[in-house]
């Protein structure tokens, strides 16, 4: 799909490289919903490698913000499975 340049990946999605955590504007997104960093080597990986999906960027800026919320969480919920100590239940206190 075409991007429509909504801006809402650099909202929605975490961008770790950049400290960028879900649900807040990228302070590299300009006001008419540009990446300031495009085409210049700091632009993260990630973002370079990002492409337009009707799956996750919706019909709206809105239905994006929703889809990629959901996603977001999805890849928390996963990370948190992942985490290393999981299940183990901390030693019961005055023991
Ligand atoms: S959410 Fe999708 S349509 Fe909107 S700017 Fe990002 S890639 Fe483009
Ligand atoms: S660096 Fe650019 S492409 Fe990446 S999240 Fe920020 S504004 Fe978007």
Do not use: Y
Request: proline share 8%; net charge negative.
């Amino acid at each position: 799909m075409e991007c429509r340049k909504c801006g809402a990946c650099c909202i929605a999605l975490s961008v770790s490289s950049l400290d960028k955590p879900a649900g807040i504007r990228c302070h590299h997104l300009t006001g008419d919903n540009r990446c300031s960093l495009w085409g210049k080597p700091e632009r993260p990986e990630v973002c370079s490698a990002f492409r337009p999906e009707p799956s996750f960027c919706g019909s709206s800026f809105r239905e994006a913000l929703e889809l990629m919320e959901a996603l977001e969480g999805e890849s928390r919920a996963a990370d948190e499975e992942r985490r290393p100590g999981k299940g183990v239940q901390p030693p019961e206190a005055g023991r």
